[in-house]
């Protein structure tokens, strides 16, 4: 019981600074400026990992590759951390805790694609006029845009986040169903 007390801890405490991570890496690519609270934030707690990491690290095609190492990098020390707590030696299964690090960040960017919609769905039915609102929006348009082309309003109600919704959980499923294909290690992901 309690190595699954600590495993859901740590699964918490990584999936929340892996989030961050892509979270900073997704305001980077929509040109979400810098001044705005919740990039000071995301920055000051990425900044530990990213500023050194992108001294080696250069970003290139206009993406900071800093980040995404430091996301993946989250990810393996996340899944060597619950290997040593289940299974004993996580250096034994470090090539399959590799590619397994890749799918985790890839899990962990649909989820914040997902609560970052439904955050936008909540606020525009609650609070419309909020100061996150033309951040949220910000983040989601690139997303929601090509959906809301091929999906109109109906009824005067835009369904795009929803179809986002489930687009996004339908990759969560694919992700789970490549983690047993590829590696064997449903518990890991």
Excluded: C, E, Y
Excluded at 68 to 88: E, K, N, S
Excluded at 93 to 98: D, E, G, N, Q, R
Excluded at 102 to 123: D, F, H
Excluded at 167 to 178: E, T, Y
Aim: aromatic share 8%.
């Amino acid at each position: 019981m309690l190595s699954q007390i600590a495993i859901f801890l740590l699964d918490t405490v990584f999936t929340l600074f892996g989030m961050a991570l892509l979270l900073r890496l997704w305001m980077q690519l929509t040109r979400l400026p810098a001044r705005n609270p919740i990039s000071h934030a995301v920055f000051q707690v990425t900044d530990w990992l990213v500023r050194p990491l992108r001294r080696i690290i250069p970003g290139v095609g206009g993406i900071d590759w800093a980040t995404v190492v430091a996301a993946w990098l989250t990810a393996v020390v996340f899944l060597l951390a619950v290997i040593g707590l289940t299974a004993g030696n996580p250096l034994g299964l470090l090539p399959a805790v590799l590619g397994i690090a890749v799918l985790n960040v890839l899990k962990w960017g649909i989820s914040l694609v997902m609560w970052v919609t439904l955050l936008m769905a909540i606020l525009s039915w609650v609070n419309p006029h909020s100061p996150i609102t033309p951040v949220i929006q910000q983040l989601t348009d690139p997303l929601l845009d090509p959906i809301r082309r091929v999906i109109p309003r109906l009824g005067g109600f835009d369904i795009s986040p929803l179809v986002l919704f489930i687009l996004a959980q339908v990759l969560l499923m694919v992700i789970a169903g490549l983690s047993v294909n590829l590696f064997g290690l449903r518990h890991l992901l």
